[in-house]
T-cell receptor, first 113, second 112 residues
Framework: QKEVEQDPGPLSVPEGAIVSLNCTYS??????FMWYRQYSRKGPELLMY????GNKEDGRFTAQVDKSSKYISLFIRDSQPSDSATYLC?????????????FGTGTRLLVSP | ETGVTQSPTHLIKTRGQQVTLRCSSQ?????VSWYQQALGQGPQFIFQ???????GRGNFPPRFSGLQFPNYSSELNVNALELDDSALYLC???????????FGSGTRLTVV
């Protein structure tokens, strides 16, 4: 079993839709949760970063973490064609003494005009 | 402020050969990590360097090795290349203790 599970998609939505992207994780030691966006032929770009449980909002993006169910979500409001990319969730703990991100496989999002 | 730059962007090598990939960290960042991203998969942690020493390694064999230089630039070396080493290799820099990773665009390695 992978430590972070993510549906690979693709997820196709019309422009303006609300998008929900989700991940589950199995390691209870994870305390830091991140969402990265990756365009084709580019490196991942940090979108949101959350510590422990709770919500965090940044513009059209909202990240949620529920540690009791080990569930991570990213919501995108008013989706735009420029949001079409692969979205990677990642989790980490500092128990190992160094920073190691554990990624999901990524969900490919397609927003059509 | 410059980002993370990696070279080369693409590389084709033959099985059994050795390869060196290079990374220049973002200005002010003192920690560098390397990740391997196979096609259709998420990045997997290879190792991390801080103060020119490896301070963490993922589940990769010893033929994957690295260096970090005083100017915080870094190299990833892979010996005895295998076909399964074909992937996108990503370098990420950060400040130690921070989760503000900045990734480069990666080097696409193809082993034939």
């Amino acid at each position: 079993q992978k430590e972070v599970e993510q549906d690979p998609g693709p997820l196709s939505v019309p422009e303006g839709a609300i998008v929900s992207l989700n991940c589950t994780y199995s390691n209870s030691a994870f305390q830091y949760f991140m969402w990265y966006r990756q365009y084709s032929r580019k490196g991942p770009e940090l979108l949101m970063y959350t510590y422990s449980s709770g919500n965090k909002e940044d513009g059209r993006f909202t990240a949620q973490v529920d540690k009791s169910s080990k569930y991570i979500s990213l919501f995108i409001r008013d989706s735009q064609p420029s949001d079409s990319a692969t979205y990677l969730c990642a989790a980490s703990s500092m128990n190992t003494g160094f920073q190691k991100l554990v990624f999901g496989t990524g969900t490919r999002l397609l927003v059509s005009p | 402020e410059t980002g993370v730059t990696q070279s080369p962007t693409h590389l084709i090598k033959t099985r059994g050969q050795q390869v060196t990939l290079r990374c220049s960290s973002q200005s002010g960042h003192n920690t560098v990590s390397w990740y391997q991203q196979a096609l259709g998969q998420g990045p997997q942690f290879i190792f991390q360097y801080y103060r020119e020493e490896e301070n963490g390694r993922g589940n990769f064999p010893p033929r994957f090795s690295g260096l970090q230089f005083p100017n915080y630039s870094s190299e990833l070396n892979v010996n005895a290349l295998e076909l399964d080493d074909s992937a996108l290799y990503l370098c990420a820099s950060s400040l130690r203790g921070s989760y503000g990773y900045t990734f480069g665009s990666g080097t696409r390695l193809t082993v034939v």
